[in-house]
């Protein structure tokens, strides 16, 4: 499973999503697709790390990696 909260602090550090990619050994289009997210409703590290790990889980494709966008906001209630 992709690493969430890091690939959001490595970001908001102001590393480059390439160099995410690489650090953490994760697609690109993963990378590209959290930042995007988190961006688009506006998700600091801090809050992303308070999520339990388990919830980020069970609303994200393993197999495919894919994120299910609508399943990991509701982690925030």
């Known amino acids: 499973m ?3 909260p890091e690939i959001v602090r490595l970001h908001e ?3 480059s999503q390439r160099s ?3 650090m953490l ?6 990378v590209s697709k959290v930042i995007k997210l988190v961006t688009a409703h506006q998700i600091s590290y801090q809050e992303l790390a308070k999520w339990e790990t388990q919830k980020m889980e069970a609303h994200s494709d393993h ?3 894919r ?7 509701h982690c925030r209630l």
Do not use: E
């Open 2 to 4: 992709p690493n969430y």
């Open 13 to 15: 550090s102001s590393a």
């Open 20 to 22: 995410i990619s690489q």
């Open 25 to 30: 050994g994760t697609n690109r289009n993963i």
């Open 63 to 65: 197999r495919n990696q």
């Open 67 to 73: 994120i299910n966008a609508k399943s990991i906001l």
